[in-house]
């Protein structure tokens, strides 16, 4: 069981792009919640070295994040057009728009290496593996989780351990089994609507940045919390420096939900590509996050936030600049945890 893994009910979000390093999976880890790696965006060999470093770093169980691969079908002209929209803004910056790739990200090997390296818990993002895939990692020891977002995705992940419900309110991608929902519920509402129906243990995701956020989403039904953006800011978190100041600076007031950086709906700062952007780009995930990932790159080295995918939950400006273990017993202590009931 879930509960068996952590002392708390406390979940460091698996998120891609190097914020969930191994020291902060591992750091949340022996603080006595629960750290995840983020296997997306990198290859099975990179997912692999991870897993034993934070194995080096901690005793305790943590997780692994994975991508669901999508067979979606582009307009290359839709695609040509939104490169020539963007050219100048990565020409800014010395970069170039990367070409529209798509690819399953190295899906097949990653499978293979999770069953090999029996982790306590596998999640999965963008859709629900078949039930072979499920039943091979159940039968090595993980616990399987999917992020669901809506009341039909749970249901189509029923043969899952335990749902990650993803509220609205949360940072980086949506969840969404297919890329072109765009049904968004608030994270209490969803979690109602599931467990009216359902009966597995669910993981409330979304906005959740303070103890009484988690004890809100306990006493609605939740076994656990899973907390991303509060975890940012830590020194233990692989997030970009510029990234790290950006949730901080006062120029920055509000998040919004875009496809502008990845053709995939995340929720970021809203910032100058974001504001330019959004309303021209295309439904095309994984080929518009190729085309921009240079100019992303290249904006964090010039600390320039405006062409940086900020991803961010609603509840950034609540995030606080502590090493993850004090993090863990802050929220804790706010939280005023008596310890798993029965």
């Known amino acids: 069981m879930l509960k068996d893994l952590m002392r708390y009910p406390i979940i460091q979000a698996p998120m891609a792009g190097g914020a969930s390093s191994p020291r902060l999976a591992a750091s949340v880890s022996n603080a006595g919640g629960l750290g995840f790696l983020a296997a997306g965006y990198k290859t099975a060999e990179e997912m692999k070295d991870e897993i034993g470093q934070t194995r080096q770093l901690t005793e305790r169980p943590f997780g692994v994040n994975v991508f669901v691969p999508g067979n979606e079908a582009v307009d290359e002209n839709i695609l040509s057009g939104y490169r020539e929209k963007i050219e100048k803004e990565a020409e800014s910056v010395g970069a170039e728009i990367g070409k529209a790739d798509s690819d399953d990200d190295d899906w097949g090997n990653k499978l293979h290496v999770l069953k090999e390296a029996g982790v306590s818990v596998v999640s999965f993002t963008f859709g629900c593996p078949t039930e072979d895939v499920i039943r091979e990692l159940q039968d090595v020891g993980s616990l399987i989780a999917v992020t669901v977002t809506n009341l039909q995705e749970a249901k189509k992940a029923a043969g899952a351990d335990i749902l990650c419900v993803q509220g609205f ?174």
């Open 169 to 342: 309110e949360a940072g980086g991608h949506r969840a969404s089994f297919d890329n072109r929902t765009e049904e968004d519920y608030g994270l209490l509402v969803l979690i109602r609507m599931i467990k009216d129906e359902l009966s597995l243990p669910i993981i409330a995701a979304g906005g959740l940045m303070h103890g009484k956020d988690i004890a809100a989403v306990l006493e609605a039904g939740a076994i656990a919390a899973q907390l991303g953006t509060a975890f940012l800011r830590c020194p233990e978190s692989g997030a970009s420096p510029v990234h790290k100041a950006a949730l901080g600076n006062p120029r920055f007031t509000q998040t919004s939900i875009t496809r502008a950086f990845s053709g995939r709906r995340a929720r970021g700062l809203v910032n100058h590509f974001l504001t330019e952007y959004d309303s021209v780009a295309p439904v095309a995930y994984p080929y518009v996050h190729h085309m921009t990932k240079q100019m992303r790159k290249a904006a964090g080295q010039k600390n320039n936030p405006e062409l940086m995918a900020l991803w961010a939950g609603q509840g950034y400006k609540l995030s606080r600049e502590l090493p993850a273990s004090e993090l863990v017993e802050l929220l804790v202590e706010e939280l005023n945890w008596e310890g798993f009931g029965s």
